[in-house]
């Protein structure tokens, strides 16, 4: 992390995840919209947050493949919030299961890196 304290960069990559499910959410909200113009704005607006995750991940001094399992358990979080408050899908009992299996291997790999 060199020298960026742990809290500073939780939040970083709270806010990476957030910009990643939000640019997706507005890609997949695009391709299902019936007005072109819509479409293509929601498109365009999905495009600029995956640029914007893009930057925010890759910018700070930090082994991102060392905070890689903690920020895959963020970005499944923020995905399931976002697929309940924007598309009304609530997660089933397989994606249930399979989140605790990756919020596990978040905790493991968080606490074995160093």
Not at 10 to 39: F, K, S
């Amino acid at each position: 992390m060199g020298s960026m304290n742990r809290i500073v960069a939780l939040l970083i990559l709270l806010l990476a995840a957030t910009l990643e499910a939000g640019g997706d959410a507005l890609v997949r909200a695009g391709i299902r919209h019936p007005i072109p113009l819509a479409r293509f704005g929601l498109w365009l607006a999905g495009a600029a947050l995956l640029f914007l995750y893009g930057w925010t991940v890759n910018t700070p001094p930090w082994d991102f493949g060392r905070l890689l399992g903690v920020y895959v358990v963020l970005v499944f979080l923020v995905a399931q919030v976002l697929a309940i408050a924007i598309f009304g899908q609530w997660p089933d009992r397989g994606v249930l299961l399979g989140g605790g299996l990756i919020i596990g291997g978040g905790i493991v790999i968080a606490t074995s890196a160093g």
